[in-house]
C-alpha cells in the first residue's frame, strides 16, 4: 500500500459539533518510506477529503490525528473516549460513541 492511501480503517465515531453530527474516520498510522523516520495516519471528516497527520511513530502519528480532528472541528481534544464519560457519572460522552 502507497503511504499516502487512505486503506482499512482504525474506526469510525459519529461526533457532536456546533455545526451538527460529523464521521470521522481514523486510518491505521504507517511508516512513510518517502520520509524516514515520519509516520503518517489519514483521517477523514465527514466527506472532506483525506487529511494525514504525521509523527515520529504510529502512536505519535495517531495521536496528531486525533489533536488535528479535534483543532478542525472545535471539539475536545478527548474525543474519542468511549461512551461513558467518568467525569460526568456515566453519562454519554457529549462527543460520541465508541469507536
Not at 464521521?23 to 483525506?50: K, M, N, Q, S, W
Not at 479535534?70 to 474525543?79: F, Q, T
Amino acid at each position: 500500500m502507497n503511504a499516502r492511501e487512505f486503506g482499512p480503517p482504525l474506526g469510525t465515531r459519529t461526533v457532536t459539533t456546533p455545526s451538527g453530527p460529523v464521521d470521522v474516520t481514523l486510518g491505521r498510522p504507517r511508516a512513510d518510506p518517502e520520509r524516514p523516520p515520519i509516520h503518517l495516519c489519514p483521517y477523514r471528516i465527514g466527506d472532506r477529503a483525506d487529511a494525514y497527520a504525521e509523527g515520529i511513530d504510529d502512536v505519535h502519528a495517531l495521536m496528531s490525528a486525533i489533536q488535528s480532528v479535534s483543532a478542525i472541528l472545535g471539539i475536545p481534544r478527548d474525543w474519542p473516549r468511549g461512551v461513558e464519560d467518568s467525569d460526568s457519572g456515566g453519562e454519554p460522552s457529549p462527543s460520541g460513541g465508541p469507536m
